[in-house]
């Protein structure tokens, strides 16, 4: 059975970072696609960033352009998000998505696994 757990979240002010880790077990991931998605209080789930098996590209939704970076460990099968100049706005539970492409998607209807969420809170 897959599982992802994702760690990291936590309390923090406005501009400071954070890094958000998820392990994935279960199977192999090989040629799978891994993203972190959040949704904000009364907000819906959108895509954070996400990243390929295969090339390593990252994609990011424009907010965190600049500031967060996604990154994935194959052979650990772990996927990383470092946070900085953090944002009251980027308040929300973050959640690790893994899907059976090696493509990247912006849609949470296109993943296959996910984890329970991680809470970040961002305060000014």
């Known amino acids: 059975q897959v599982q992802l757990v994702e760690s990291g979240g936590g309390v923090v002010q406005a501009g400071d970072s954070l890094r958000l880790s998820c392990a994935a077990s279960?199977?192999?991931?090989?040629?799978?696609?891994m993203a972190w998605f959040r949704r904000g209080p009364g907000k819906e789930r959108e895509f954070v960033a996400g990243i390929n098996w295969s090339d390593v590209t990252p994609y990011y939704t424009d907010s965190v352009k600049g500031r967060f970076t996604i990154s994935r460990d194959n052979a650990k099968n772990t996927v990383d998000l470092q946070m900085n100049s953090l944002k009251p706005e980027d308040t929300a539970v973050y959640y690790c998505?893994?899907?059976?492409?090696?493509?990247?998607?912006?849609?949470?209807?296109?993943?296959?696994?996910w984890g329970q969420g991680t809470q970040v809170t961002v305060s000014l």
């Open positions: 279960g199977r192999t991931f090989v040629f799978y696609s």
């Open positions: 998505a893994v899907r059976k492409k090696n493509t990247v998607s912006s849609l949470a209807g296109e993943y296959d696994y």
